[in-house]
């Protein structure tokens, strides 16, 4: 059916036709510098990173809600504090957060630094999987602009703007990607001694460059107008811009 526009600002359709109302935005999730709705296991987190991890790896997830479609942008800010030759921490996306260290599910894909020196585009993101990289120079205590651009063939990383034909690397057959991973992993054994911070991560999904990001568009109705959901019983509120509130 579709929606019934009634007197006294009432509608009333289906949950469906009441979300349809509202055309979504490209940008699908923003962290901000606080990130505590992602989980962590492995270790502690301290300022958004890790510090004095108790096993072999540590690691952060977080699920999007959603699968990413056939392009999307990750872009993050990300510093290193301190740490061991062979730290390696890294970053992206999966279709499954519940691994074991260099297992990540059957897709997946982001970039990695190893010895806190090399730049690295991982896929899948695991050590099994296909790998470029590159030594671009990592500073420490410095936080460095990050940007992993998938446009549905090629997967890309971009530090400070700018990339290198290192680190593109060819993937096609992506599928059911919906979950952030960030991985710090400390081999051999060795007494852990990194601390990676992490900030500012958004996620764009259906481009592949964040200058052409879509802002959602909402329905044209005033504050206080009532969506009755037909095949679920829910009355919704608008708030007159972008939210429906249920009413109980």
């Known amino acids: 059916m579709a929606v019934k526009y009634l007197a006294g600002?009432?509608?009333?359709?289906?949950?469906?036709?009441?979300?349809?109302?509202?055309?979504?935005?490209?940008?699908?999730?923003?962290?901000?510098?606080?990130?505590?709705?992602?989980?962590?296991?492995?270790?502690?987190?301290?300022?958004?990173?890790?510090?004095?991890?108790?096993?072999?790896?540590a690691t952060l997830t977080f699920d999007l809600g959603l699968t990413l479609d056939d392009k999307w942008v990750l872009d993050f800010e990300m510093r290193g504090n301190s740490g061991n030759a062979g730290d390696t921490n890294a970053f992206g996306m999966t279709d499954d957060p519940t691994h074991s260290q260099g297992d990540y599910g059957n897709d997946a894909a982001g970039f990695?630094?190893?010895?806190?020196?090399?730049?690295?585009?991982?896929?899948?993101?695991?050590?099994?999987?296909?790998q470029n990289q590159t030594s671009l120079g990592i500073a420490n205590n410095t936080?460095?602009?990050?940007?992993?651009?998938?446009?549905?063939?090629?997967?890309?990383?971009?530090?400070?703007?700018?990339?290198?034909?290192?680190?593109?690397?060819?993937w096609t057959d992506a599928e059911n990607l919906r979950y952030l991973i960030f991985e710090?992993?400390?081999?051999?054994?060795?007494?852990?001694?990194?601390?990676?911070?992490?900030?500012?991560?958004?996620?764009?999904?259906?481009?592949?460059?964040?200058?052409?990001?879509?802002?959602?568009?909402y329905p044209n109705l005033p504050n206080g107008a009532i969506f009755e959901e037909s095949d679920t019983g829910k009355h919704y509120m608008f708030d007159g811009t972008s939210a429906w509130n249920e009413v109980t």
């Open 143 to 170: 936080w460095y602009d990050y940007s992993i651009r998938y446009d549905g063939t090629d997967i890309k990383l971009y530090r400070e703007g700018t990339t290198h034909s290192d680190l593109t690397l060819a």
């Open 9 to 57: 600002e009432r509608l009333i359709g289906t949950a469906a036709e009441r979300a349809a109302l509202t055309t979504a935005g490209s940008k699908i999730h923003e962290s901000g510098t606080s990130m505590t709705d992602y989980t962590y296991n492995a270790g502690s987190v301290s300022s958004n990173g890790w510090t004095n991890g108790s096993d072999v790896f």
């Open 184 to 217: 710090y992993y400390q081999p051999g054994g060795v007494n852990w001694g990194g601390n990676f911070n992490i900030k500012n991560v958004v996620v764009y999904n259906g481009i592949d460059d964040p200058d052409d990001e879509v802002s959602p568009v």
């Open 112 to 130: 990695a630094q190893i010895n806190r020196s090399y730049d690295m585009m991982r896929n899948p993101a695991g050590s099994s999987g296909n």
